[in-house]
């Protein structure tokens, strides 16, 4: 276990613990999912983890197979299980947000309903809470569950984040556990464009990590196919980071530059060889100085356009995490005192 960073807390309660688990055609799983997750629920109590008001939020991600029926059946057979059902798809990050506004427990995991980051560490991460960490990051330790491509384009992605200036937890994906306060505080974010691993760590809060190794699917296929894998990523990248825009600007410079060699370079052949073509350095010297002229033009625009989508995001500037001060007597306290003082 690795602290990312520390303060010195009072020691932490044992807490309600709510998991969190968006479904999306998910009937091949669900069955052993729900056993296990209530086995570990059992297995927490037991070992004074947690407190017996413990949940298991399932969120119907708008299934189109048996995932809702399922749902419903398991959480009128079990008191310890609620099942919420969104009007349609909204892809997992909304599902995970959706199913996180519902809880109200003190410490909320959310974790994938293949169950591929095994239950059995949350243990681990409820004794990092119990520690006085507010957010833990489940890390994954290997890739050996995925295929060549996606190891290396997921960790090249990690890499690049971290150039874009991204702070993101190597390797961590959706499954964590949030104090009461840090979720009360992710809840804050009003934007819209979901990228929960980035917005956890925007959030600050004492955090630490816990290591384990991914499984394999339990059954199903993977509901993450290329093309929404791509779409997350790049979420990720234009949600936390202009980056992009800014390297339009670069662009207009480097363009800029090698246009005025080429213009010197036209200038001469036109000037000194008498070789070129009529009309040829008329055409390339507006070409080359107009061309990257736009580009940077463009960067500046960019620029902007960068501040404004900062500020349409209207994300919280702080959070607090403690206030000290001496405690003042309320007014009306005062007054009672010398109310039974003088009685
Ligand atoms: N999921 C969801 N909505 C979607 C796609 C996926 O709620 O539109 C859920 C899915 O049911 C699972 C989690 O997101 O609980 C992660 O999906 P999956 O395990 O297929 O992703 P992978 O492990 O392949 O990255
Ligand atoms: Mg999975």
Redesign the pocket.
């Known amino acids: 276990m690795r602290h990312i960073d520390s303060n010195s807390t009072a020691p932490v309660a044992i807490p309600s613990l709510a998991i969190v688990?968006?479904?999306?055609?998910?009937e091949a799983v669900l069955e052993s999912t729900c056993a296990e997750l209530l086995a570990t629920l059992d297995g927490l109590l037991a070992s004074g983890r947690i407190r017996a008001e413990s949940r298991i939020y399932f969120?119907d991600?708008g299934s189109r197979d048996g995932t809702w029926p399922m749902l419903q059946q398991m959480a009128s057979n079990d008191e310890r299980i609620v099942a919420l059902a969104l009007s349609c798809?909204r892809?997992?990050q909304n599902?995970l947000y959706a199913g996180l506004a519902q809880t109200v427990e003190e410490a909320v995991v959310s974790i994938?309903?293949?169950l591929?980051d095994g239950p059995e560490h949350i243990a681990s991460m409820l004794d990092a809470y119990l520690a006085g960490n507010e957010v833990v990051f489940g890390v994954r330790k290997e890739r050996d569950s995925d295929t060549f491509f996606k190891r290396l384009s997921a960790e090249g992605y990690y890499r690049l984040m971290q150039r874009l200036g991204v702070d993101l937890v190597f390797n961590h994906a959706d499954f964590r556990l949030l104090s009461r306060r840090a979720v009360n505080t992710l809840l804050e974010y009003p934007e819209t464009n979901l990228f929960l691993r980035g917005m956890v760590r925007e959030i600050g809060f004492r955090s630490t990590t816990v290591e384990y190794a991914r499984r394999p699917?339990l059954a199903g296929e993977?509901?993450?196919p290329l093309r929404?894998m791509l779409s997350l990523a790049w979420k990720g990248v234009t949600a936390f980071s202009i980056a992009p825009l800014r390297a339009i600007t670069l662009m207009g410079l480097i363009t800029g530059a090698l246009s005025l060699v080429l213009i010197g370079w036209v200038l001469s052949v036109k000037l000194f060889s008498g070789s070129a073509v009529p009309g040829w350095a008329s055409i390339m010297v507006p070409v080359l100085f107009i061309g990257s002229v736009q580009l940077l033009c463009l960067g500046v625009i960019g620029e902007y356009l960068g501040k404004i989508y900062e500020e349409v995001k209207r994300r919280p500037r702080y959070h607090l995490r403690e206030v000290v001060a001496e405690q003042r007597t309320p007014v009306t306290t005062r007054a009672e005192t010398r109310a039974e003082r003088s009685g």
């Open positions: 688990v968006p479904c999306y055609n998910e969120v991600d798809n892809g997992h599902a994938d309903a293949d591929q699917r993977s509901k993450y929404r």
